[in-house]
């Protein structure tokens, strides 16, 4: 499997879009409340707030998807570099060869036996 920086471009979206979903959700929840209250209690009307409803929502929507869809420095960078390294021929030989180097220097670094028995 290759890595590409559309896999880690999505990857990197999802907690935004989990985020703008949440507060999204909150938002209308409130909203929903605030108006089922104000058209239950009175006989009160806003003018021209439709208007200002139909003009303010595509804006509201288009900032939270330039907002969600945007990565940041971190996440651009990521898209970049990762994939060359990841798909390199010389960086898939790597593991097995770092794996035996690693279990090799755990193994001089554990305390023996004999060590453990003397500390107690």
Not at 10 to 16: F, G, I, S
Not at 31 to 49: E, H, L, N, R, W
Request: charged share 15%; glycine share 2%.
């Amino acid at each position: 499997m290759t890595l590409t920086a559309w896999d880690i471009y999505w990857v990197t979206r999802l907690d935004e879009i989990s985020i703008a979903m949440v507060i999204s959700m909150w938002v209308m929840i409130f909203v929903c409340a605030i108006a089922a209250v104000v058209y239950c209690m009175s006989d009160f009307k806003i003018i021209g707030a439709k208007k200002l409803i139909y003009r303010l929502l595509p804006w509201i929507v288009g900032v939270t998807l330039v907002n969600t869809l945007i990565p940041n420095t971190k996440q651009a960078a990521a898209m970049y570099v990762l994939p060359a390294i990841v798909n390199s021929d010389a960086v898939q030989q790597l593991p097995g060869e770092l794996t035996i180097l690693a279990r090799e220097w755990l193994h001089e670094l554990r305390p023996s036996q004999v060590s453990k028995k003397d500390s107690k």
